[in-house]
Nanobody, 120 residues
């Protein structure tokens, strides 16, 4: 059974930091590209950061560059999102995503989401 379990969300003041974690199980974690998406109330889900599988690189949305860092520990089947200099606009539910592209098809899994609220 595939599972992606996020943790680390919460309430933080503007300028603060949080570290999100996503533990994967039930699939070959190292082969999958791992990403963090976010969805704010009334808005569409958007990509924040991604880390390719098998030693590939990382990608960041413009709105998080220089503030967020994605990393993965394939030995622990876990992906992290270090979020610094948080702003109220970062308030959203953050979702972990695992995706394996093969030819024209793909396999994709989502976590249940973790709430991040940035407020004073």
């Amino acid at each position: 059974q595939v599972q992606l379990v996020e943790s680390g969300g919460g309430l933080v003041q503007p300028g603060g930091s949080l570290r999100l974690s996503c533990a994967g199980s039930g699939f070959t974690f190292r082969n999958y590209a791992m990403s963090w998406y976010r969805q704010a109330p009334g808005k569409e889900r958007e990509l924040a950061a991604a880390a390719s599988g098998l030693g590939g690189g990382t990608t960041y949305a413009d709105f998080v560059k220089g503030r967020f860092t994605i990393s993965r520990d394939n030995a622990e089947n876990t992906v992290y999102l270090q979020m610094n200099s948080l702003e109220p606009e970062d308030t959203a539910v953050y979702y972990c995503n695992a995706r394996l592209q093969y030819g024209l098809g793909h396999t994709e899994y989502w976590g249940q989401g973790t709430q991040v609220t940035v407020s004073s």
